[in-house]
């Protein structure tokens, strides 16, 4: 997976630019098969991953277990939905006969004034 091979880039080479620029070496307890690049020049990250990538093993899957029934997280994420798209549509009806209302009233004063605008002036 491309995403995964940029992260270990990412990490590999955040880690050799810490250790350049406190000047501290890896961890002694913990063997790597690289260490920190000279002063001046970041390592070759590819080289570091390579060889990191070789000394492990293989990801086992991790499997999910759920729960057969709903959890009581589950439902008040749903309730909480509901109560979210029940306050919309009460906006969004509150806003249609506000619309209604007032594009009744401008037609009825459009309709009471509705003399021809004079040209004269």
């Given at each position: 997976m491309k995403w995964m091979r940029e992260r270990d880039l990412l990490i590999a080479q955040t880690?050799?630019?810490v250790q350049s620029v406190t000047g501290k070496k890896p961890d002694a307890e913990k063997p790597t098969a690289y260490?920190?690049?000279p002063a001046g020049r970041l390592p070759d990250v590819e080289a570091m991953l390579a060889v990191t990538i070789a000394s492990t093993e293989p990801p086992?899957?991790?499997?999910?277990v759920r729960p057969a029934g709903r959890s009581e997280y589950q439902n008040e994420i749903q309730a909480r939905v509901a109560n979210f798209r029940a306050h919309q549509q009460r906006f969004l009806k509150e806003r249609e006969a506000y619309c209604s209302a007032t594009m009744a009233k401008v037609q009825a004063t459009l309709a009471k004034d509705a003399r021809p605008p004079r040209l004269g002036k």
């Open positions: 880690m050799a630019f260490s920190a690049a086992t899957p991790i499997q999910s």
